[in-house]
């Protein structure tokens, strides 16, 4: 795979963005561009009880890690090897330190990539950008934002107490990791969000090559993951020279709110073509004004509630905005459709399915106007509709909507992952109902 990316992409000084990547042969569209693993990575604290801490896996029932009571294994296989254990050896002792605190992800991600380090083990992937080579852009940021990095750094020399009770100070290959704040910074900066099948984040991790990558609204190249494993695939064909760019950030927002996170988090003014044309915001936020700012400002509240897994309160509560405000501005809104696709996350886990088949069916053609194809998200969107349809043998439409979601899946995942696998496998389960109907 090393020589395979060596003739794909290459580094390159993108002219106002600094270092970046471009194609140096032709890449068609849905080609696998890279795969990699992370240099350092840990499962998001607040999935931490629902995922496998090794392979990212999500189970019901998962064993503990008898010390620190934080750390989740599927299974014996992924809790007890050599590779497991390296993983998680340090990072258990600092845990007890701290009990019955959790720090951050960012802080456990530090130390993780601390620990790594040490171990002496190097990334399995062929590197073109070191961690050395990361900006913290603390000379970029404003004062609150240093002081809140100030606080995460002194949280990390706390965590590592008992294990690096001194940052390395003569360690070439630790040379970034010497100072705690330069180290979070470049953390917090440089991090990838690791989601699962469905797009919903689970994890962080450290790709340093693929940092290079540019932000683009509308990006050329997507990531997916298949565990910790990160793959890069085109979304559409690109040209020798042409540089390659992947979104860094949900791009369903307006655009002053998305300029305002880019800016916050990663320190820069996007002026890719979406943004100087921000066509889109009229329509989302199309129809009366004060109906659809009572749905903005009761989004907080409705994600504490699906924080919280309070599944009832927030399904009753989507319903009476919906029924109320909800139908004095049409489904393009973008308000709207939020609290609509969190009306269907609260159906599905009450199991009131054709309530949520109703709510999924409403989101699909305004996923379609702001994820323009192929696109993962409106790709995951119509797989969990044709979930649906198939449950309540709505046969033929649940086959059509599958199909729909391959099409786009294909490009974005490939053939290979697990997702598009069972996607192919639920068409076939289609058809051959669909058969032993016509035969009856």
């Known amino acids: 795979m090393g020589r395979k990316w060596l003739r794909s992409w290459s580094g390159f000084v993108s002219p106002g963005k600094g270092n970046g990547l471009r194609a140096t042969v032709r890449i068609e569209e849905g080609e ?14 607040k999935q931490s009880r629902n995922v496998c801490h090794q392979c990212f896996t999500r189970n019901e029932t998962l064993l503990r890690c008898s010390q620190c009571k934080m750390a989740r294994y599927c299974s014996a296989t992924c809790q007890v090897p050599d590779e497991a254990w390296s993983d998680h050896k340090r990072e258990c002792k600092c845990l007890q330190s701290l009990l019955p605190r959790i720090p951050t992800d960012s802080v456990r991600l530090a130390a993780r990539l601390i620990f790594a380090m040490l171990s002496s083990c190097s990334s399995s992937s062929e590197e073109l950008y070191t961690l050395e080579e990361h900006e913290s852009h603390l000379t970029s940021l404003s004062e609150q934002r240093k002081q809140g990095l100030s606080q995460l750094a002194t949280m990390l020399k706390l965590y590592l107490h008992k294990e690096v009770p001194d940052l390395p100070q003569d360690t070439p290959s630790l040379s970034s990791c010497r100072d705690a704040l330069s180290l979070i910074a470049k953390v917090t900066c440089n991090c990838f969000t690791i989601s699962d099948g469905e797009l919903q984040e689970i994890g962080v991790g450290l790709y340093p090559s693929l940092s290079l990558l540019n932000h683009d609204c509308r990006p050329n190249c997507v990531m997916v993951f298949e565990g910790t494993k990160l793959l890069l695939r085109a979304v559409r064909g690109l040209s020798p020279g042409e540089e390659l760019t992947i979104s860094y950030i949900e791009t369903l927002s307006l655009n002053e709110d998305r300029q305002q996170r880019l800016e916050d988090q990663y320190c820069f003014t ?81 199991g009131l399915w054709t309530e949520a088949v109703e709510y999924g069916q409403k989101t699909l053609p305004v996923c379609h106007l702001y994820y323009p194809d192929p696109h993962p998200v409106h790709g995951v969107q119509l797989v969990r509709v044709g979930k649906l349809q198939h449950y309540l043998a709505h046969i033929e439409e649940a086959l059509d909507t599958f199909k729909q979601a391959y099409r786009i899946l294909k490009v974005t995942h490939g053939n290979d992952h697990s997702i598009t696998t069972d996607l192919l496998m639920k068409m076939e389960e289609c058809r051959a109902e669909m058969v032993q109907q016509s035969s009856r």
Do not use: F
């Open 270 to 350: 996007c002026h890719c073509q979406r943004c100087n044309s921000p066509d889109n915001d009229k329509l989302m936020l199309s129809g009366e004004e004060s109906s659809w700012h009572i749905l903005k400002e009761a989004l907080p509240t409705l994600e504490e509630l699906k924080a919280k897994s309070n599944w009832q309160t927030l399904v009753e509560s989507c319903h009476r905005l919906l029924s109320t405000e909800g139908k004095r501005v049409p489904e393009e809104n973008l308000y709207k459709l939020r609290v609509t696709d969190m009306a269907l996350d609260a159906s599905i886990q009450l």
């Open 32 to 45: 696998l561009v890279y795969v990699t693993e992370p240099l350092a990575y840990c499962v998001s604290q």
